[in-house]
């Protein structure tokens, strides 16, 4: 009977502790966002332990998420100019769960699909090709799902907000909003530092001015552009027709390249699933522009900054092509090689060398390793 009322009075400390624990680590996190941003950048940059890679990049997308909840919490003078891929994202998480769901899953599949590539190859090339065409007809069909939700709209690449600024200056504000509750402040204890001014009836707190050789450049950033104005919703037409056609066959490029590519898995310098593959994207863009052409008014110069920055992402993604299936087995892999091999023994560039031995084994063996979506 003791020892029930011993774990009965400890249970409840027990329960409150991973909560606390929560909380500790998101206001660490708010107040070193910075110094976070920088850890995390520099460990997927250098390390090579793929487990660890995924790690750090799911760890990342939680770090997203209470980073935002902090911004949401700013005053509004003090809150940043979102850019317009995180408005309209912004927009459609808060207005549908299921597109938020869907996202977050896209993401984290994305993010440790090749982990699981690696996991699937030490049972066999079969297995293998099984496992990457299941989570390429996963993903294509999360793609198909926020095409829907967004009512045929072209996807964004990431689908989530993107991180925007540190903020680790909720420091100077909180302290004294705290300050304010204790009573009404003297002139004596205005503060005035690095933040800008602190207001001492209200405790909101007026940004510092440019230095006078920033005049031009902090009005600029004040200025308002036609898509600041828009709607998030309409920061993106909708697609009909061939450009609807065009999108699908974005979204379906990788799943009809994975199965091309595990029907070729026997010869890897098959140019057959490249040329596929290379020409079902290329098609799609051609098509999309096309649509662009007849739809808007102004064609592709009436595009929104949002639609412009998104194709210019697919633009450089095309690139790609030429570090997967046959282009890269029978040219670019001689041509890194060569390169890795004039680099070796060489003060410092032997440690360039080094890495491009050590990616050139990950593209030669994991279908993941270009992949782009």
Not at 139 to 151: D, G, H, S, W
Request: with cysteine; hydrophobic share 40%.
């Amino acid at each position: 009977m003791e020892i029930y009322n011993q774990v009965s009075k400890r249970l409840p400390d027990a329960l409150v502790a991973p909560p606390k624990w929560g909380n500790m680590y998101g206001d660490f996190v708010t107040k070193n966002a910075s110094s976070v941003s920088q850890i995390e950048s520099a460990l997927r940059s250098l390390t090579y332990i793929i487990p660890v890679h995924s790690g750090v990049q799911l760890l990342s997308l939680y770090h997203d998420s209470l980073l935002a909840r902090a911004i949401s919490r700013l005053p509004g003078i003090q809150k940043p100019h979102p850019t317009s891929h995180n408005r309209y994202t912004r927009f459609w998480t808060q207005k549908s769960p299921i597109y938020k769901r869907i996202a977050l899953t896209l993401q984290m599949i994305q993010y440790t699909e090749l982990l699981w590539e690696m996991a699937a190859k030490r049972k066999g090339e079969r297995v293998r090709w099984r496992v990457v065409v299941l989570l390429e007809v996963v993903k294509a069909i999360c793609r198909l799902l926020l095409l829907r939700f967004t009512n045929s709209r072209p996807l964004l690449s990431p689908p989530l907000p993107e991180r925007e600024i540190d903020p680790s200056s909720l420091d100077g504000p909180s302290s004294g909003g705290d300050e304010m509750h204790q009573g009404i402040e003297s002139p004596s204890s205005i503060r005035f530092d690095e933040l800008g001014w602190e207001m001492p009836r209200t405790g909101l707190w007026l940004p510092k001015l440019p230095d006078s050789s920033d005049i031009s450049d902090y009005l600029l950033s004040k200025v308002l552009t036609a898509d600041d104005i828009k709607p998030p919703k309409v920061l993106l037409h909708r697609v009909t027709g061939q450009g609807q056609l065009a999108e699908c066959l974005y979204i379906l490029r990788p799943v009809l390249y994975a199965l091309a590519m595990q029907h070729y898995s026997g010869d890897k310098k098959s140019w057959t699933p490249w040329l596929l593959g290379l020409s079902i994207e290329y098609g799609s863009r051609q098509l999309a522009k096309k649509d662009f052409h007849e739809r808007v008014a102004g064609g592709l110069r009436g595009l929104t900054s949002l639609e412009r920055e998104e194709l210019k992402k697919r633009g450089w993604a095309f690139g790609w092509w030429a570090m997967r299936g046959a282009f890269y087995e029978n040219i670019t892999k001689s041509c890194l090689q060569s390169v890795a091999g004039k680099l070796r023994n060489k003060p410092l560039l032997d440690m360039v060398g080094g890495i491009i031995e050590d990616y050139e084994y990950l593209w030669d063996q994991y279908y993941f390793a270009s992949a782009t979506m």
